[in-house]
Each structure stands twice: as C-alpha cells, then as structure tokens.
C-alpha cells in the first residue's frame, strides 16, 4: 500500500477559510431520478397498500412472501433471538441497554405549571407520542447499537407502541438486531426495507399502521423518503457521512489517534476524519502511525479513501484557536484529547457529542457510553441535537384564566386584537371584560 500524505492546513494562512470550506464541502444534491423513484414508491404505498409493501419488499429485497401476514414476525421470534445468544453477547446488550436508559431517564422533561396573584393558571402539559416508527439497517448489516439508541428514548418517553422495520434480503435476519429490539421493548416488527417501509409508517396500510415520528438511518432511497413523508409524520433528522473532529495537545499516543480517526473513516469513503494540534510534530506521528496502521485494517481501502478525500490535519497556534475552528467546523463528533478538556471544553459551541480526556475513544459512545449515538452531521451542530428523549415528547401549553385575569387580559388582548382588524377575536375577549 502508498503511504498516504495527510492534507495539512495551517489556519495562520491567509487562504485557511477557504481551503477548510473546500475540504468540509459535501454535494448533497438530490438525485432527481432517486426522488422521483421514491415518489413513484410513495405513491404506490398509498394506493395499493400492502400489496405494494409486499411486491417491493420481493422484488428488492429477493424475497419471496406470498401474503403480507408473512412481512411481521412474532414477539416469539425475537424472544429466541434472545435466548439463542452466547452469555457474553447477552451482558454486552444489556449493560449498553441499561447504560443508555440511564441516560436517557435524566432527559425526560415534566410537566410544569405556575399561578398568577390573580388565579390564573400558566404552564406546560408534556405527552409521549402515540406511536413511532424505527428504520434499521438489515442484512448483513448488524446494527444492534442503533436498535438501542432509537428505541430505548422512545420506550423511556412513553411512546405508546414502537414499530421497527428491517429488510431481511433473501430472507436473511440479523439475530444481533432481533435480540436489541426484543431487549429495547419494541412492540412489532416487519420485515420490510427502503423507501416502501418509510412510506408504509407514514401513511399505513391494513396491516402496518402509521406512525407520529420516523427515526433511525437508511440508505440514499431511505433519506430521500424520509424528506419526502416529512410533514405527514416528524422525521428525526436527514444524517450525512459520519464525522470525527480530534483537538490534541501532542501529548496523547499518536496510534490511540490515528485508529480514532480510522474508527469513523473506515463507515464509507465520505466519511471526514479531521485532527486538529498546535504541535506540529505531533501531526507527523499521527501520519506515520497511519500509515503503519493502515495495512492492518480490514477496511483499509475505504479508510484510506477517506483520509485522502475528505480528512485533513490542521496546524493552529493555540487550542483556544484550535476551539474556535472546531465551532466552525460544528463537526458530529469531537474528542478533546488535551491535558484539561474541562477548560476547553466551556470554549465549545457547536458540536454533536464531546468526548473529553485522553481515555474517551469516539467509539464508546456509539456502543455504550450512554448519550445518544444519533448526531447532527454535516455542521447541523450549529443549531440541532443529539437524538433524545425529547424527540419523542410533546409540549401543550397551558392556560387557565381566572375571572380576574381573563378581565385584566381581555383589555389586553382587545386593544390588539383591533390593532390587527380582527373584531372577532377582539370581541371574543371583550366578552370576558367585567369592568
């Protein structure tokens, strides 16, 4: 294998900016002739129900179910996913299934509500969704820790029923992922994959019944349903490639950060690995340990075109710079790899997920740290969150007028109301005014 040089910028040049902004750029631009076979997908889904559920799932998932009662598996089914486990698979997903629900309990928001001197009533009433719907990844893609990130804040918020949909392509089941879901409590499960399975929860068909919120990752025909329901049901986010941002001191072995940058560039070839250091030696030992690394990945190719494509290092002054990049950057996931990352870590705005100390490897928090592994990518971290439990909450506002308040508020209101020629909300609240 060529040894690979790493992009170096350096943010003291006057052309840093836009040699960042060039290497962050992502082309996302929707693939016209992907939408518009989604939209053709969707379409069927509504018209013809299950029948186009079941037609799709055989013709893209090379399957061969006769009749729609076939696309649902039994509670009993993912119970002996369970038991057919080895003990040491069981305690793994129950300690990061225990982990995250602990976690999550934390996030859970309360109703709340206060009075006023003169009776009334102002507050907020918190509800759980009815029901949501859960994408996972099927095949031999084994994606169990996305089972638990999504289903158990759904489950820990009071979601009334969880339905997750898997493909199974040639009827192929991933135990790893039954025996999550049966340890996350989801309700029903179908087998079912791409922009059919998302159209299905959206709008339901006899046997697959909608849903308020979609939430978890897919492929391009996936996300590009997920644009397309949105607004008939509340969607999680549309998740670009995966991202790790590193700020180190130089003092941190350069093999822990080098494999934590291969962690998330070995996902796919887009993926962005991006260290930042304002030791500039340090940089060369992270390149030489890639390149001594790098042979002996399995995913060695796609690391590698990763790195070269979309990963850079980045030489800066000082970390309180090394800070202000990373707000720049607003990158899915930042390890903060320096002597005091409680320090640096209040110069911090803009990230998904921080992991501070030289000991916190990227990599626990997507199995079993406890915080969500669902991110903001592609700099989304400028203004969203992690996926929590909050996304399956709702908030109702509250009021509870006094006779004393609503003759103190109608004045108010009335005055405004007028001053925006709507006599009927005007009078609606003059009626209440006893004075």
Known sequence: MTELKMLRLNSSHSDFDQQLNARLAWDDTDDMDIHRRVLDIIADVRSKGDQAVLDYTN???????????????????????????????QTALQTAAQRIKTYAEHQKMQSWSFTEDDGTLLGQHVTAL?????????????????????????????????????????????????AAAF??????????????????????????PSVDKIVGPGNIYVATAKKLVFGQVGIDMIAGPSEILVICDGQTEPDWIAMDLFSQAEHD??????????????LDQVEASINTLLPQMERADIIKASLQSRGAFIQVNTLQEAAEVTNSIAPEHLELSVADPDALCKQIRNAGAIFMGRYTAEALGDYCAGPNHVLPTSSTARYSSPLGVYDFQKRSS?????????????????LLARGEGLTAHARSAEYRITD
Do not use: H
């Open 59 to 89: 013709q893209f998932d090379d399957c061969s179910f006769s009749d729609s009662g076939e696309l649902e598996l039994s509670p009993s089914a993912l119970e002996d996913a369970w038991n057919s486990l080895d003990g040491k698979q």
């Open 130 to 178: 009815d029901k949501a719907g859960l994408y996972v990844p099927g095949g031999k893609a084994a994606y169990p820790s996305s089972v638990l990130m999504n289903a158990i804040p759904a489950k820990t918020a009071g979601v009334g029923e969880l339905i997750m949909v898997v493909p199974t392509p040639k009827g192929e089941k991933n135990t790893l992922v039954l």
């Open 183 to 208: 340890v996350a409590g989801v309700d029903r499960v179908f087998t079912i994959g791409g922009a059919q399975a998302i159209a299905a929860l959206a709008y339901g068909t006899k046997r697959i």
């Open 269 to 282: 070839e887009n993926a962005q690995a991006i260290l930042i250091s304002d030791n500039p030696t340090f």
């Open 398 to 414: 509250l009021i509870n007028c006094s006779a004393a308040g609503a003759n103190t508020l109608g004045k108010t209101a009335s």
